[in-house]
Structure formats: structure tokens, C-alpha cells
């Protein structure tokens, strides 16, 4: 599985909180793997909180203008602790339009009465949080599917009796809400999710630009934000990581494929940071993926593969990187589906055509069975969309309550 998760996992002494979802129909890559835990993908990554400018793909067929879209994140970021997001004071490599930045991040929640709540646990303690303030009943098991009742609907789950429901809102993860409901409507032949899966770079000689992070910021793993930002959209989007600050688990897991509980709280050995691991999401580094629920299989939707040398906005993130001291070693391709940005599932059903998941389920059922989880963004942008899908579903969901 993914090294972050597996270093996570084996760190906070915790099963990995993800089931498999489908394998891959051709070739070696990792099968897709779905949540499978309270708080979802977050527990390991998510943690850049960023809001999109207003040229940026925000949701607009979900907000009603982009002030609303502004009021839901702050509605979201209330409930957490952030850090970070300031400018830091030095030329990007001289390019216009380029801003390096301390990253936004997300380190805890609000109601964590103990105050030493780990980041990548803080979207499990809000849930719960929020369970206890509404007196919800919750089932630690998985849903496996959903079936019509007389006048609602009936969750059948894995290890309980069904349960029956009026309404349900999915929110389990694009790829989680995909095997929901192709295995609760047998009429669907295919699903397709979009990946925004970044290129992958290792580079020496940043120590300059590491240097500008104010004290109180250079502990983290996620170092640095570059950004190309023009007429309010951002054109692209760099996450600069400092492997001195991770741990021996996370390299041994990227390296090697293990890890180990012995090593547990292991700082990597001095030298480590040496080499910088550096994602850039363009607007050419978009894919999808095809699932196919009765065989439980995934496929990589044809598309020219891009190098290097076909997309402008990489190319010149590198001259402002070499720019600032860094020499690339290595570039490479992040296979689809194993970026981790999904976003925009779409259902063909009976021969056909292809419509959105939004679409399909209100054909299907009316509004018993609506979905608020990032499945219903027909776009991102570069940026990381955590906040976005979370504003997203928190609006979705005022207006089922209001119903």
C-alpha cells in the first residue's frame, strides 16, 4: 500500500485504516485502496488546507457565489487548528506571478480537550465531536450496500442487522461511494473518477530557500508551497517536503516497501534531508480512471502520456526551482489513482451514456440517497481540494436538513 499510509499505520501502532477497493486490470501498479476507518484519507495526508481562488474551479453549481463558497470554508476552519500560510520573503526565481509560502496547515482540532492531538487524527475527533453534539448513533462496521424499503431505503452492513433509513447521505470517498453504489445498483456497467495525479521530482541544493521558513515552521515534513498565480486562478501548484524531518518508518516505507514498529518515533538519520521530494499538480496532470464493479476491476483511461518536455507549467516550475538553487535528479509520473485527489464520479448505467453521480442518484432515487462527499466536484483545481470538498459537503448537507 501507499508508504504513507503503511509508515502511519505501523507509527501510531493502528491497523491501516483502508480496505481494497478494485485491482488493477493491467499492469503492476497498487490496486485502489478505500477508507475504511473514521476520518477517512485524512488520518494520513489531507493536512494543506487551502482555500481556491475565485478564478479557480470553486464549486459554483454548488454555492451560490463565491462569497458563499468563502463563508463555508471559515465555517469549516473553525473547527480546527491551523498553522502557517504566510509569504516567505524571496524572489522565486525571479519569475512573475510565482509565490513561495509557508504551508496552511491543518494540526489539530478545536475540541481536543488534551491539546496534543496528532494532525492526521484531527478529521477522527471531529467526527466524533460532532456525533456526540447531534446524539448520533454510530456503527463501527462497514456498509456494504443499499437496497429500496417500503418508504425508505436499508443499509445492509457487514457485521450488524440492516439498518433502515428515510435518507442517506453517502460520504464515504470517491472510491468508497463508487463500490457503495455499484453494488447496490446492478443496472451500472462502469463508473469513472477523475485523479489529479502530480508529477514527482527529487532535487538537491534548496537549502537557501529552506533556510527563509520562519524557526517556529521548519519542523515539519511539509516544508515549502510554490505557486504560480495568475489573474486570480492558480495555474500551479508545488509542495516542497524536507525528509530530515520525517521519520525512519516513512523512508524505509518509500524505499524499501517496510516498516517497522521497533523504529517507532525514529527520526531519519542526518543526511536524509539532503534530497528534497517535490509534487507539482498543472492543469496537465489530470486523469481518469475506469472502474468496473461486477469484476471489481480498475483501468487507466487512455490519454496521451505527457513527459516533461509537453507541459509548459512544469517546465517552467523548474527554471524558477533551478532558479533558487535546485539541480532535479529525477522526474517522474504519478500513476492515476494513486494521486489521491478524487474528485468528479460519473455512472454509465444500461448501455448508457455517461452522467454524474449527482444525476444518477437522483434518477435512481429521487432525493433518498444523495451523495456530499468529493464525487459530486465535477472539477478541482491545482491546489489541494480538501477544504473545498469539506465546504462542499458541509452546504450539501444544510440544504438536506432544511428539506
Known amino acids: 500500500m501507499h508508504p504513507k499510509i503503511q509508515a502511519v499505520s505501523v507509527s501510531s501502532s493502528e491497523m491501516p485504516g483502508v480496505a481494497p477497493a478494485y485491482r488493477r486490470s493491467v499492469g503492476r ?34 454555492f451560490d457565489d463565491f462569497a458563499a463558497y468563502l463563508d463555508h470554508c471559515d465555517e469549516v476552519e473553525q473547527g480546527f487548528v491551523l498553522s502557517g500560510g504566510a509569504d516567505l520573503a524571496v524572489r522565486a526565481g525571479g519569475q512573475h506571478g510565482y509565490v513561495a509560502r509557508v504551508p496552511r496547515l491543518l494540526i489539530g482540532a ?3 480537550p488534551a491539546s496534543n492531538l496528532k494532525a492526521l487524527k484531527a478529521m477522527r475527533h471531529a467526527f466524533y465531536v460532532q456525533a456526540e453534539r447531534t446524539r448520533a448513533q454510530v456503527f463501527d462496521t462497514r456498509a456494504n450496500s443499499i437496497e429500496s424499503a417500503q418508504g425508505g431505503w436499508r443499509v445492509l452492513l457487514q457485521d450488524e442487522a440492516p439498518i433502515f433509513a428515510k435518507k442517506v447521505i453517502l460520504a464515504a470517498g470517491v472510491l468508497g461511494t463508487s463500490q457503495l453504489i455499484g453494488n447496490s445498483f ?20 534548496l537549502r537557501r530557500l529552506f533556510a527563509e521558513r520562519p524557526p517556529g515552521h521548519r519542523h515539519h515534513f511539509n516544508a515549502i508551497t510554490l505557486e504560480k498565480l495568475e489573474e486570480r486562478v492558480c495555474a500551479a501548484f508545488a509542495s516542497l517536503y524536507d525528509m530530515g524531518r520525517a521519520d525512519m518508518n516513512l523512508m524505509l516505507a518509500s524505499t524499501i516497501g517496510r516498516s517497522f514498529g521497533a523504529l517507532r518515533s525514529v527520526r531519519a538519520p542526518v543526511g536524509a534531508g539532503l534530497i528534497k521530494p517535490i509534487q507539482i499538480w498543472t492543469p496537465s496532470t489530470f486523469e481518469d480512471v475506469d472502474i468496473y ?11 496521451p502520456k505527457s513527459t516533461p518536455h509537453d507541459d509548459p507549467q512544469l517546465l517552467e516550475m523548474l527554471n524558477v526551482l533551478r532558479g533558487l538553487g535546485a539541480r532535479c535528479l529525477k522526474i517522474s509520473r504519478t500513476i492515476p489513482g494513486c494521486g489521491f485527489h478524487y474528485h468528479n464520479l ?8 455517461e452522467v454524474s453521480v449527482v444525476d444518477y442518484l437522483r434518477e435512481r ?10 464525487s459530486v466536484l465535477s472539477s478541482i ?15 450539501i448537507s444544510k440544504r438536506l436538513v432544511m428539506q
Not at 464493479?293 to 490519454?303: F, I, K, L, N, Y
Request: with cysteine; hydrophobic share 40%; net charge negative.
Open 29 to 62: 501498479g497498487r490496486p485502489l485502496f478505500s477508507a475504511a476507518s473514521t476520518g477517512g484519507f485524512a488520518n494520513y495526508w489531507g493536512q494543506q488546507f487551502l482555500r481556491y481562488e475565485c478564478g479557480d474551479p470553486w464549486p459554483r453549481e454548488i
Open 110 to 112: 478545536v475540541q481536543d
Open 186 to 205: 446492478p443496472d451500472i456497467d462502469r463508473l469513472r473518477l477523475s485523479d489529479h495525479a502530480p508529477w514527482m521530482l527529487y532535487s538537491i541544493g
Open 293 to 303: 464493479p461486477r469484476d471489481g476491476t480498475a483501468h487507466e483511461v487512455a490519454s
Open 346 to 353: 460519473r455512472v454509465a448505467a444500461a448501455g448508457g451514456s
Open 365 to 374: 432515487a429521487g432525493d433518498g440517497v444523495v451523495c456530499v462527499d468529493a
Open 381 to 395: 483545481g491545482t491546489r489541494p481540494h480538501t477544504l473545498t470538498a469539506m465546504a462542499a459537503s458541509l452546504q
